[in-house]
């Protein structure tokens, strides 16, 4: 039997702590209600609202089930995970609800009537994915605003540690992928205690927070958006402050600092710690960073190249006169943007040649570095794929000579291998799955939609990038889809985000069966 | 070191046999010369100018390299395979740029001007692809017609021998496939000998050859039509005798009758065997046979549901009023015209609603039994990969548990499980860097190309079909690509039907190399 209580337990306690954050937002909304925002009065009602039911259910779900026996056994740690991402999206889109319901006489339209917008807008937060439902974000309530920053804030924070401290330690799948990004002299991960790993994680990350703010403030955003855009920046989400995301800013310095962060989001953050140790040539020495590295390189310069000479038109809608320098600001920002799976817009890139956009579709399945807060199939896994793969070809006419598949100076063992393939080939059977459903869902209700957005909407929300192409492009948003699709869509973006197994081991039967 | 000679002393005799096949048609071409039909004039000069030029060369490489010592090892057998379909393939098509070029002054617009188009026309044909570059096919010489849709007779021929019999003897990977396929109480494959199981699948072939000709005849085509639509069943080609392809005739006979044929050559040939020895229990025990029937049969339902209500357009442009009756015939057919990868159109599917397309797309990967003459990745393959997805699933919450992956009563072994895994990656990964470079030939020639056409021309010649989607939809054609696109394709198709390994490792420095 699944330790089902435990879990439930653990539920109740990350419930309180959501609550927590809910009303420190419900503090800073009433802050800013004193300082003559009227239109946070409903919203720090909502927060406070939400706030008081999250701690009503989860101290309840904490109290009931205190008794349970505390093992966390790899059943157990899946479920708590699939948990607190399936159920604390409910949680976290519940101030989105509460406050439409309030303002409901004055926006009887709003999106955030839907509940099913709600999920969808906090699942988007939580999993890093920052596709959004929401059109008019300049008219919310600032702190709205803010809490949906939060969520991905939150989310990256706890996929940093879950991939890098806790699954580790329970013998799971990311320990040896760890193990593999960062060879190192630590024979046992990068710290041997999960707490201790946890908090180095925590600092390197509020670290890179704190730099970031500061550096967007000084590139001209107002501290506001500054919080806001680092959230989105770090996490590898993607929500902005304006519906024209970042390019309705348009301005250089901010798009460098915006560039430079994101491209440290979605570096493996163990090697940050082996940086603070002062092991720089690790930079050198790891396989799945100098990848990283040339993909960008690769990918801007084919990006840059199809879109040089033609004028770019920004998310914003206005159109710069073609340049170089303008070519490679947007292929750099775009490039980057959907490699690291974050999914800022600056300019609209639906518009791009076929060969731009050819480039941006692969990138989105390769997606960033493992252990990093990037989605998609990560690096390191299509490396090893593709050491597998050329394997595998030079045994067809030689079958008898065994050469070992290396990543840097690791062997990578059979198990691991066959455990790679079988994932890269899972994400890959789930992007038609996704779109299947979602043409199905579609098409039940009568709408039309083209293969192209129905296809990039199930990559963009499996990978956790954002924005797709067609109906979801840069401009586009996701309000429009069924509620049905949006529900298959919630899915995909927590399956993406917990790397597939944490999720569909749900729908298993003989998970909740036997010993 | 390769035994290069060897391979060039076999490739030297497959000339001669495709020299011969060429003089037999300039016999025919010549006979309806006498009988009147003036066209073929010039055909009967061109498949004999072809004939000398082949038994020349092919005669010159079987003599030069005769003293080649007679090793049939893994990499001989590999290179042997690749340059019959590489090299054969310009052979074949020799007779369509001689032609061409001998009434160059009546039409010096005509496709097969250039040799690019004729390599494409010839491989489409030898590796049973059925994409053209034609139109106007009403109006070609019929020696010209009938040589193109024996080549997808030979083609097709060529390699249910392969896989059933040529291959598994060597001890490479279709051998297990096999018995996967067909378990039975043969130990050692169908029958011991290469030879002597060659022989039965060749009676088989033309068994099958012979009863459809006459049902088609029955059916109210003439013997010509008959014999040409027979060969491009038989070996799920796809070419036709007119542009509108089998909607052009627009007879419920003959489409029942091409359905049955196209479902007939969807199957592993080993199976017949079975069956003319009486063990009619195989259709029941075969795991991919069943498949087969439960995929066609829910992918007809939802194809016939998504187009009940609405008129059908027929390739030939007549539009059908609703009906029930009508939306079976032109779904079922679809269904298995795309599924068995045979790729002949009725009506015009590109008009039909996105989930119709999607699961057409959908069948476009699964393709065939193996063992057939079907393309695709096969669903046997299909059928393991999902088997070891779930025992993957399930290890990742109770690593301990061993289960075996078993297909029916028969246990898959670890290399198996990962070849299949790795092969079915490796198509997958083909279909977007075919794409990928299909794009950027376009678009480097100026042209604009949209992402379903190139995804789907992609998908279309990798796995053997024919037509796709968008532009290369059921009444389109592939002349308008630019001559690098048209060259990759010829590749995709090559790599689709040897089934990557035979043609992918001629692009490995390390199989032209070391011992």
Redesign the interface.
Known sequence: MVNFRFALNQLGLLFCVLSALQLLIAGWSSLQLLLGDDAELLAARAFTFSALIGFGVGGALWLVNRTAAKTLE??EA?LMVALSWLVGAALAGLPYLIWANLTATANPEHAFLSPVNCYFEAMSGLSTTGATILTGIDELPRSIVLWRAATHWLGGLGIVVLFVAVLPSL???GKKLFRVEAPGPEPEGVRPHIRETAQVLWLIYLGLTLAEIVALRLAGMNWFESVCHTFATLATGGFSTIDASVGGFNAWAVDIVIITFMFLAGVNFGLYYKLIRRDYAVLWRDTEFRVYVGIILVATTLVTL?ILGSPITLTSGEVLDPSAAQAVRHGLFTTVSVQTTTGFCSADFNQW???A??VL??LM?IGASAGSTGGGIKIIRIWI?AK???A????????YVVRPVKVGSTAID?PM???T??????Y??IV?AG??LI??F??GAGH?????T?GTASVATLFNIGPG?GRVGAIENYAWFTDAAKIVMSILMAIGRLEI??V??LF?P??WS?D
Request: glycine share 8%.
């Open positions: 790899r059943r899946l013998g799971a799948g199809s040649p076929y060969l956009k050819a579709i692969t399945f794929v597998v793969l050329i595998e070809m030079e045994r067809a006419f030689r079958p059979a291998r066959y455990g393939l079988a994932m890269v080939l899972g890959l059977l038609p779109t299947f043409v199905i579609e098409e039309s939609i083209d293969i192209t129905a192409l197994f944490a569909a081991v298993f003989r998970f036997g």
